[in-house]
């Protein structure tokens, strides 16, 4: 067929798309967009989606949003973003984590963190400890970020283990409410994994701050992995 999509190879190619450099169908644009097509920022059907997103994209985004308010709504700036970086720590991590990261991982990880900061806060070192596996590799990883964000922080040190513990009870306290909060997830088990992957998921500011941490990071080998507040 004339002027075949070269991403389907069924459908007729009537949108120029600068991602593969060639036509492509409507069809392919809509689904395949950000995932398998990379897309440049000043793609003008790039812009038009974010601007005027389908109804059901839209519901989603409501929800999520609606989800997200009451976690954060009296947290203050460095909590709110520490409460990000936990984010974007546990999707990263659970990418290729076997076995596979659930909800309750994340809470049982997140909550250990805090416990063990809210212990070192009354002056008393004691590292509690995980259930499972993946939430124990979590909470590891949790830690060695907040050690890292506490060693550059100084004098400030205290301070910013304190808005860590607040922000961690923040995303235990999501990971355990989210199958209630979202009834249709896929897999319940995931729903907060679902959620936190949408957030952070490409084009979303979040995505951004995220690339541009990891850009830095890879400019210098031995530089953290979360970026301070």
Known sequence: MKNTCPLCGARRAKRACPGIG????????????????ACPQDCPYLSSARAHPPAVVQRRQERDFEFLLPHVNDLTEPQYRLMMIFHAVV??????AMPPVIDADVADACATAAATLETAGKGIIYEHQAASLP???????????????SSKAGTHAARVERD????LRRVERAARGAAAAFPDAEDPK?????FA???LGPGSLAAR????SAS???????APRIIIP
């Not at 999707?91 to 290729?96: H, I, T």
């Not at 124990?136 to 050690?147: H, K, M, P, S, T």
């Open 22 to 37: 060639g036509q492509i169908c409507a069809v392919c644009c809509g689904t395949k967009r950000l995932t398998e097509i």
């Open 91 to 96: 999707v990263r991590e659970a990418e290729q």
């Open 135 to 149: 939430a124990q590799r979590l909470a590891a990883e949790l830690r060695r970020g907040i050690v890292e964000l």
């Open 164 to 167: 860590a513990a607040s922000a």
């Open 190 to 194: 995931t729903a907060w994994m679902a």
């Open 197 to 199: 992957r949408r957030l």
């Open 209 to 212: 701050d995220d690339e541009q």
């Open 216 to 222: 830095s990071r890879s400019a210098t080998p031995d």
